[in-house]
């Protein structure tokens, strides 16, 4: 499974931004996919997560009723709309996608990743 990532930009404060995650190969597999995210000098964060068979959610606090996590099945595309965005949403974006359904905050319970698009948040 391929993962790329795209919509990663610089805004301000308050403003929206839509991450989608272009997914490839052996995606039948995958039992769900999330974004992370990674700011400079902090760990790896999960903050959503999707089960793809049942569309499930989940997010962290950090970003509940903020962000959202979507899919597109027929083109195998994974979105995060961000809105409201915050200074300390300023970070490293990653899309992530696993076979495990334990701990989907866990960074090391997904097997593919993509390489990152920058969000920058300013004030």
């Known amino acids: 499974v391929e993962l790329v990532e795209s919509g990663g930009d610089s805004v301000q404060a308050g403003g929206s931004l839509r991450l989608a995650c272009a997914a490839s190969?052996?995606?039948?597999?995958?039992?769900?996919m999330a974004w992370f995210r990674q700011a400079p000098g902090k760990e790896r964060e999960g903050i959503a997560v999707l089960t793809v068979t049942s569309s499930n959610t989940l997010y962290a606090d950090s970003v509940k009723g903020r962000f959202t996590i979507s899919q597109d099945n027929a083109n195998n595309i994974l979105y995060l709309q961000m809105n409201s965005l915050k200074p300390e949403d300023t970070a490293m974006y990653y899309c992530a996608a696993g076979h495990s359904n334990d701990r989907w905050y866990d960074a090391n319970q997904y097997v593919y990743w993509g390489e990152g698009t920058q969000v920058t948040v300013s004030s």
């Open positions: 190969g052996v995606t039948y597999t995958v039992y769900r």
